[in-house]
């Protein structure tokens, strides 16, 4: 996989770059809401799923205390994409359908990929969506049924699917965060209480679902290799 600068973004060497401004970035997270639910935070999905972070979080290594993230030859650090659409891709997955999509700050150290970003500090500016198991976009977080230590998994419903079952509408779950978080009505939704038709398969063609993650870990192989090479 060929590596080009991206247009309209900073260049210069690979590695612990700094940027002069935040990057904005997109990536997916999981809602939690605390045991005593008076307090809603994030989680990772995947390398992350077992760390809470608030609004503003500085990443630390999930196998060792002994180096900042992100360090070059292990995964840690946050990960975002450059763009929406990617992430947006990323949610159809299977295992990702309950994640809320989110539009992010990063800065702090960070190494840069064709696709996206992994670096150390990260501020959650914006909850841009998230979708229903019936395919109607989210409006409110029910409980999960998982969780962690702490910290209940939250899933998100539509108006229709959470009449009778007890949700935290998005507003409600961005009050209870660290710092203030901007929260995107999702478009295509009706008040009438007839939700607008979605379009079957919309966003589901298996060339739309591209897992982002594993085309930045064949990045990072591919920098691997051509340190290799030399
Ligand atoms: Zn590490
Ligand atoms: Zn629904």
Not at 37 to 59: I, N
Not at 147 to 160: F, N, Q, T
Not at 184 to 192: A, M, N, R, V, Y
Request: glycine share 10%; with cysteine; net charge positive.
């Amino acid at each position: 996989m060929a590596r080009f600068p991206i247009p309209g973004r900073p260049g210069g060497p690979p590695g612990a770059e700094r940027p002069d401004r935040p990057f904005t970035g997109y990536k997916l997270a999981r809602a939690v809401l605390s045991a005593d639910c008076a307090k809603t935070a994030f989680a990772g999905l995947t390398l992350g799923a077992e760390r809470v972070y608030g609004v503003t979080a500085e990443a630390s290594c999930v196998w060792t205390p002994r180096h900042a993230p992100p360090r070059r030859w292990c995964g840690c650090g946050f990960y975002c994409l450059h763009e929406l659409a990617d992430a947006q891709a990323l949610g159809c997955a299977t295992e990702n359908r309950s994640a809320l999509l989110i539009e992010v700050a990063a800065s702090g150290r960070y190494i840069r990929y064709e696709r996206g970003l992994r670096y150390s500090r990260q501020r959650v500016r914006v909850i841009s969506g998230c979708w229903c198991d019936c395919g109607n976009p989210g409006t409110a977080l029910t409980d999960a049924g998982t969780g962690l230590v702490g910290w209940r998994h939250l899933s998100p419903i539509c108006d229709r699917c959470s009449v009778g079952r007890r949700a935290l509408r998005l507003a409600e779950f961005a009050a209870l965060l660290d710092g203030r978080v901007q929260v995107e009505t999702p478009s295509g939704i009706s008040d009438t209480g007839a939700p607008e038709p979605v379009p079957s398969q919309a966003g589901e063609s298996p060339y739309a679902v591209l897992s982002a993650e594993i085309a930045l870990l064949h990045a990072r192989l591919d920098d691997l290799q051509s340190r290799l090479d030399r």
